[in-house]
């Protein structure tokens, strides 16, 4: 496996604070623990196993699948809500654009405050969107790296980036 040149994705405060971290690191640490290896993901000497049972690492990968699942539930929600209100804000920006013949100081005013309420909800659904974006690949990504793993070498190798990875994303903004 070749070294990653770009920085690991990190997710924000209220995503990271909505998953139960303690669970993951106690997770992946059991996974990195079955196939023999130390935190920096090299086989330990004393643990060296001649067979790597795959439904071990199987059942830990598809607790922390869970517990992400379980996060990106409220977190589709919220870009539900915050895309609905961006639409109406848009919308409300548009009508009083329509009116600002009729009543220019008013509709000018009300335009103004549509566009002020969009520029943070865009944000805001920008951050949700790039969470649930990590949420959803990073488990993908290693589901994929791990089924193509065959020696203890390389379970221990896509477990310690794995964890690597996961630390990085916890490192909220």
Known sequence: M?????????LSKSAS?????KLINDTMRFALDEVGASRSG???PADRQQHIDPEVVERAFKALKSEFRRVLGPLRKQIIVSSTLILL???VTIGAAALISIKPMSAGIVSAAGIGAMIPLVGRTWRLARDQAILELLPAKYEALLQLCRSQEQYSEAL??????LTAAQSAR
């Open 17 to 21: 604070g909505l998953l139960n971290w």
């Open 160 to 165: 310690r980036r794995m964890m690597d990875e």
């Open 89 to 91: 804000s848009l919308a």
């Open 42 to 44: 090299h086989p330990s």
């Open 2 to 10: 070749t070294e990653q040149s770009e920085e690991a994705p990190v």
